[in-house]
């Protein structure tokens, strides 16, 4: 067994337990157990980069398998990044609040289903660690326990699970047409196969499991409402890993199950423009600072499903779209630390999240201010920054299909490029209300701990670096990712300060800049009582949730009780004729059932005569005996007694050894033993 690969799972899952066990007693020392896991997981991600990549792992009695190679080592890695940031700034971000240990006990534990999902060699071991994760990083949503709180986490919990058990049918089907879900061979084993009917609704079951994980639209409604619920440090990993958790899913199909499928990939594409316009729309709207991240990261999911579908639909030359997309998964998940941590730090000194309230907080702070505006530069893909890299590669794609396609795409392109201007529009909207107008949040102080500004610090750095070293460091990592998607290397080095690259992201910045001073500064403020509000005309009564599901499950109960309602209604001789004959059909199969239990049992399966034991039980008398002398007993009272009972203990057992159920219950324990180790052994 390859011991490292197997603990980046194992070791946060233990983990759990003992920060557990230690916050009973303290949770100041929970938190410091929970923070020293993440970085032990961390640095041990990075060790088995280096000496063990590309190493696999088989576990046969679970049926799981890992591996360490490409898109899994460095998603293990970002997501061990990310976790030991979050759990730096927790320390602060928790003092004063109810159930630390809770929290952190989650943490852990989401934490090492997570490393499950991103390296799992199968679908069949995706899936089990999916799962989990769901239903542990439900606690996340749900910490604060307000009625918002609750809310949020029924429809985050309603989602996975109807998102799990569509794509556990997805599986089913997937392993009935393949008979394998390894991920490496299911290519092969799809085109062996031959693609039917049936492997597409295989696929889109996967799609509404992995999509629902994702955020995609329309199962994006748990997203805006669990992250401004959620604590700051969770809504980062939710919206930073977990949602790339169910891109992973998404780009196992489209690399080895429908690979270069046109229908595929036309299908994503219109699914990921619906979701990155209408999230950049939602941000713009929002005036609750956890909110617009939260709607800006529906957006974002938008913009890498948009690459994803551009590495099918380009087929052997998608090398700009295939990099581009796994670059912009990095950013996003660093740019998401980066932005509900400071978001967190904002939280934990003005207790707000609401605009209106946070007007003027940052004046004065230069630390959060560079901080909050490297995060917001790379996501709207300024120059010098990681994402004008990614945001670059696959705007560039989109051209180069546009070439092949025509008007549709070239409409998919200015999509692509509005949805980056209303990026700008609600990134400036954010850092102008908190860090340049004056309002009631000015003149608050704020005091970071040394812990909370390394986690400030270490999340901001990635997005610099990656964004200045494209060449030596960027396109080197997603080089090793490119195989889940079936992705293809750069035939020649892309220009990245070229002026056909350079247009594009202007373009998004003027769309930005016309979008805030001509829409947002003049119709989404307004004066009230003398001072200007941000306000949202945007109710969430337009929300599909309210829209479209909540009145469907309720035509379905009313439609249910109206159904039960009609048989309530029937006359009572019609129902007690109905019941009368299903009485008469149960009576007639358990006399059926009797008949032939007797018939057994006077024939070949009669009752064994009964044992009669005619002795005394020696060992028991001899040891009553002994009793009865060290008591000076003369009637040889325990004697008796000892031997009356092992007596009666012999006489039953010999009874139920001799009874057919018995061996019937033996049979069936030796045949279920043996199955196990048909399936665990061979």
Same mark, same amino acid.
């Given at each position: 067994?390859?011991?490292?690969?197997?603990?980046?799972?194992?070791?946060?899952?233990?983990?759990?337990?003992?920060?557990?066990?230690?916050?009973?007693?303290?949770?100041?020392?929970?938190?410091?157990?929970?923070?020293?896991?993440?970085?032990?997981?961390?640095?041990?991600?990075?060790?088995?980069?280096?000496?063990?990549?590309?190493?696999?792992?088989?576990?046969?009695?679970?049926?799981?398998?890992?591996?360490?190679?490409?898109?899994?080592?460095?998603?293990?890695?970002?997501?061990?990044?990310?976790?030991?940031?979050?759990?730096?700034?927790?320390?602060?971000?928790?003092?004063?609040?109810?159930?630390?240990?809770?929290?952190?006990?989650?943490?852990?534990?989401?934490?090492?289903?997570?490393?499950?999902?991103?390296?799992?060699?199968?679908?069949?071991?995706?899936?089990?660690?999916?799962?989990?994760?769901?239903?542990?990083?439900?606690?996340?949503?749900?910490?604060?326990?307000?009625?918002?709180?609750?809310?949020?986490?029924?429809?985050?919990?309603?989602?996975?699970?109807?998102?799990?058990?569509?794509?556990?049918?997805?599986?089913?089907?997937?392993?009935?047409?393949?008979?394998?879900?390894?991920?490496?061979?299911?290519?092969?084993?799809?085109?062996?196969?031959?693609?039917?009917?049936?492997?597409?609704?295989?696929?889109?079951?996967?799609?509404?499991?992995?999509?629902?994980?994702?955020?995609?639209?329309?199962?994006?409604?748990?997203?805006?409402?669990?992250?401004?619920?959620? $604590?700051?440090? =969770?809504?980062?990993? @939710?919206? +930073?890993?977990?949602?790339? *958790? &169910? /891109?992973? %899913?998404?780009?196992?199909?489209?690399?080895?199950?429908?690979?270069?499928?046109?229908?595929?990939?036309?299908?994503?594409?219109?699914?990921?423009?619906?979701?990155?316009?209408?999230?950049?729309?939602?941000?713009?709207?929002?005036?609750?600072?956890?909110?617009?991240?939260?709607?800006?990261?529906?957006?974002?999911?938008?913009?890498?499903?948009?690459?994803?579908?551009?590495?099918?639909?380009?087929?052997?030359?998608?090398?700009?779209?295939?990099?581009?997309?796994?670059?912009?998964?990095?950013?996003?998940?660093?740019?998401?630390?980066?932005?509900?941590?400071?978001?967190?730090?904002?939280?934990?000194?003005?207790?707000?999240?609401?605009?209106?309230?946070?007007?003027?907080?940052?004046?004065?702070? $230069?630390?959060? =201010?560079?901080?909050? @505006?490297? +995060?917001?530069?790379?996501? *709207? &893909? /300024?120059? %010098?920054?990681?994402?004008?890299?990614?945001?670059?590669?696959?705007?560039?794609?989109?051209?180069?299909?546009?070439?092949?396609?025509?008007?549709?795409?070239?409409?998919?392109?200015?999509?692509?490029?509005?949805?980056?201007?209303?990026?700008?529009?609600?990134?400036?909207?954010?850092?102008?209300?908190?860090?340049?107008?004056?309002?009631?949040?000015?003149?608050?102080?704020?005091?970071?701990?040394?812990?909370?500004?390394?986690?400030?610090?270490?999340?901001?750095?990635?997005?610099?670096?990656?964004?200045?070293?494209?060449?030596?460091?960027?396109?080197?990592?997603?080089?090793?990712?490119?195989?889940?998607?079936?992705?293809?290397?750069?035939?020649?080095?892309?220009?990245?300060?070229?002026?056909?690259?350079?247009?594009?992201?202007?373009?998004?910045?003027?769309?930005?800049?016309?979008?805030?001073?001509?829409?947002?500064?003049?119709?989404?403020?307004?004066?009230?009582?003398?001072?200007?509000?941000?306000?949202?005309?945007?109710?969430?009564?337009?929300?599909?949730?309210?829209?479209?599901?909540?009145?469907?499950?309720?035509?379905?109960?009313?439609?249910?009780?109206?159904?039960?309602?009609?048989?309530?209604?029937?006359?009572?001789?019609?129902?007690?004729?109905?019941?009368?004959?299903?009485?008469?059909?149960?009576?007639?199969?358990?006399?059926?059932?009797?008949?032939?239990?007797?018939?057994?049992?006077?024939?070949?399966?009669?009752?064994?005569?009964?044992?009669?034991?005619?002795?005394?039980?020696?060992?028991?008398?001899?040891?009553?005996?002994?009793?009865?002398?060290?008591?000076?007993?003369?009637?040889?009272?325990?004697?008796?007694?000892?031997?009356?009972?092992?007596?009666?203990?012999?006489?039953?057992?010999?009874?139920?050894?001799?009874?057919?159920?018995?061996?019937?219950?033996?049979?069936?324990?030796?045949?279920?033993?043996?199955?196990?180790?048909?399936?665990?052994?061979?």
């Amino acid at each position: 067994m390859n011991m490292p690969i197997f603990a980046l799972v194992l070791l946060p899952f233990a983990a759990a337990f003992l920060c557990r066990a230690v916050g009973r007693k303290n949770e100041e020392n929970c938190a410091v157990v929970s923070t020293a896991c993440c970085a032990l997981t961390f640095a041990l991600c990075i060790l088995c980069a280096v000496f063990a990549y590309g190493e696999s792992l088989k576990i046969p009695i679970f049926g799981f398998s890992f591996s360490l190679g490409g898109f899994h080592a460095v998603y293990g890695i970002v997501s061990a990044f990310m976790w030991s940031a979050s759990a730096l700034l927790s320390h602060q971000y928790f003092k004063g609040h109810h159930n630390k240990s809770r929290y952190n006990f989650f943490l852990l534990l989401t934490l090492g289903a997570t490393m499950g999902v991103f390296l799992s060699a199968d679908l069949f071991t995706t899936f089990i660690f999916f799962e989990i994760m769901s239903f542990t990083s439900y606690v996340w949503v749900v910490q604060e326990q307000t009625d918002e709180a609750m809310a949020a986490g029924k429809t985050y919990i309603t989602i996975a699970a109807l998102g799990g058990m569509v794509a556990l049918m997805g599986l089913f089907l997937l392993y009935n047409i393949t008979g394998t879900l390894e991920i490496d061979v299911l290519y092969e084993a799809v085109s062996a196969s031959g693609k039917s009917a049936k492997l597409y609704v295989c696929a889109f079951c996967l799609l509404f499991g992995f999509g629902a994980k994702a955020g995609m639209f329309p199962l994006h409604i748990w997203l805006p409402k669990a992250h401004p619920v959620a $604590p700051a440090p =969770a809504s980062a990993l @939710l919206s +930073g890993v977990l949602t790339k *958790a &169910g /891109v992973f %899913g998404i780009l196992v199909i489209t690399g080895h199950i429908l690979r270069d499928d046109k229908i595929w990939g036309y299908t994503l594409l219109a699914l990921a423009v619906v979701t990155m316009v209408l999230g950049a729309v939602l941000a713009v709207f929002s005036v609750n600072l956890k909110r617009t991240l939260a709607c800006s990261s529906l957006s974002q999911i938008g913009f890498i499903l948009t690459g994803v579908s551009m590495i099918t639909l380009l087929g052997e030359e998608n090398a700009l779209a295939a990099n581009g997309t796994f670059l912009y998964m990095i950013n996003h998940s660093v740019v998401k630390l980066v932005l509900f941590l400071a978001a967190g730090a904002i939280y934990m000194s003005a207790h707000t999240l609401d605009l209106n309230k946070l007007r003027g907080f940052g004046r004065g702070k $230069p630390f959060l =201010a560079v901080i909050f @505006l490297v +995060g917001a530069c790379s996501l *709207a &893909g /300024v120059p %010098g920054f990681c994402g004008y890299i990614s945001k670059t590669l696959v705007h560039e794609s989109i051209v180069e299909y546009a070439h092949h396609a025509g008007t549709l795409i070239t409409v998919v392109e200015w999509l692509f490029l509005f949805s980056g201007g209303l990026t700008v529009a609600y990134m400036t909207k954010l850092f102008v209300a908190i860090f340049i107008e004056k309002g009631s949040g000015d003149g608050k102080k704020m005091k970071l701990s040394l812990a909370s500004k390394l986690a400030l610090i270490f999340s901001a750095i990635p997005l610099i670096v990656l964004g200045i070293l494209p060449h030596a460091l960027s396109e080197k990592i997603t080089q090793t990712m490119l195989p889940l998607a079936n992705g293809h290397a750069f035939h020649h080095a892309v220009e990245y300060t070229a002026w056909a690259n350079l247009k594009g992201v202007l373009i998004s910045l003027l769309i930005g800049a016309v979008v805030y001073f001509v829409f947002v500064r003049t119709l989404l403020i307004k004066r009230k009582d003398g001072r200007k509000t941000y306000i949202c005309p945007w109710s969430d009564k337009l929300s599909l949730e309210n829209l479209v599901y909540v009145p469907v499950c309720k035509g379905f109960i009313a439609a249910f009780g109206a159904l039960l309602a009609f048989f309530d209604k029937l006359p009572e001789r019609l129902i007690g004729a109905g019941i009368f004959v299903l009485s008469v059909i149960c009576r007639a199969a358990d006399d059926v059932t009797d008949f032939f239990a007797l018939l057994l049992r006077k024939t070949v399966l009669g009752d064994t005569k009964e044992i009669q034991v005619r002795h005394k039980h020696r060992v028991a008398y001899a040891v009553g005996s002994v009793l009865d002398k060290l008591t000076s007993s003369e009637e040889h009272t325990h004697a008796k007694k000892f031997s009356r009972v092992m007596e009666t203990v012999s006489h039953t057992t010999s009874r139920i050894f001799g009874n057919f159920s018995f061996a019937l219950l033996m049979a069936c324990l030796g045949i279920c033993t043996i199955l196990l180790l048909l399936i665990f052994v061979f």
